[in-house]
């Protein structure tokens, strides 16, 4: 199992206390293989600023889980298009090693995830256009993450990728493709001005590291407000919509 950052950073035995430190100018790239291939995404123009570095780490109080916390905010490119802001909170000694993250991003083309996303599922996105992203809520720990994410974007068309080589499955995925995009809302709010917020609910895989498990959670989000959910965002979607019923 990979461990999450919060243990290495208890391995941290050498009496060290920084109090900023800076990354300039960075670039950033993560790949996940899961085929023949592997799938990949780029940040560039990675500026980053990073306090509450404080080693060893301290004990907890009693009373208190959460302790010192170290707080990482910065801003990015993602795929040299969107540009992303984001600020993490990590608590290093809590004992589910919990942390919460908010993000935005800008304008971008969605068919600059391709090298990314057609690597995970069969699915290529032929057109669609990120208006903003929002990542209100999200807060996790080494089992699961949960939150809420706010995706505007018009113009969205996907294409099923063919599982076989053979002409017959081609043109069978040609046509569910195009089943596919009658069914899914092709932009976010809808012609009737509805928003749909998406639900982020995904299970950790400790055989992967810190990185994938925020991609796949931010994922489980965009492909919840496409109207792709699991039984358990479906649920916590009721539960959602049930409480804001009854402040109202």
Do not use: C
């Amino acid at each position: 199992n990979i461990p999450m950052p919060h243990q290495a950073l208890r391995n941290i035995n050498l009496p060290l206390e920084i109090d900023t430190l800076l990354i300039r100018n960075g670039y950033v790239r993560y790949e996940e293989q899961t085929g023949e291939e592997p799938g990949s995404l780029f940040f560039d123009r990675f500026e980053t600023t990073i306090t509450g570095l404080d080693f060893p780490v301290r004990e907890l109080s009693p009373g208190n889980s959460s302790a010192d916390a170290i707080n990482v905010k910065g801003t990015a490119r993602l795929m040299g298009q969107g540009r992303l802001g984001f600020d993490m909170v990590l608590w290093p000694v809590h004992p589910r090693d919990s942390f919460q993250l908010t993000a935005r991003l800008n304008t971008m083309n969605l068919q600059s995830i391709n090298p990314m996303l057609t690597r995970l599922i069969p699915v290529s996105i032929r057109t669609g256009m990120v208006d903003s992203l929002n990542i209100k809520s999200f807060h996790a720990n080494r089992l699961s993450s949960n939150g809420v994410m706010e995706l505007g974007y018009h113009n969205l068309n996907l294409q099923l990728l063919p599982l076989r080589p053979d002409l017959f499955h081609r043109i069978e995925r040609e046509f569910l493709s195009e089943i596919a995009n009658l069914v899914l809302p092709l932009a976010n709010p809808n012609r009737t001005g509805n928003f749909r917020h998406g639900i982020i609910h995904y299970q950790r895989d400790s055989t992967r590291g810190f990185f994938n498990y925020i991609w796949k959670s931010a994922l489980s989000g965009i492909k919840s407000t496409a109207g792709s959910e699991t039984e358990t965002q479906k649920q916590i979607r009721k539960r959602k919509a049930v409480n804001r019923a009854k402040d109202n």
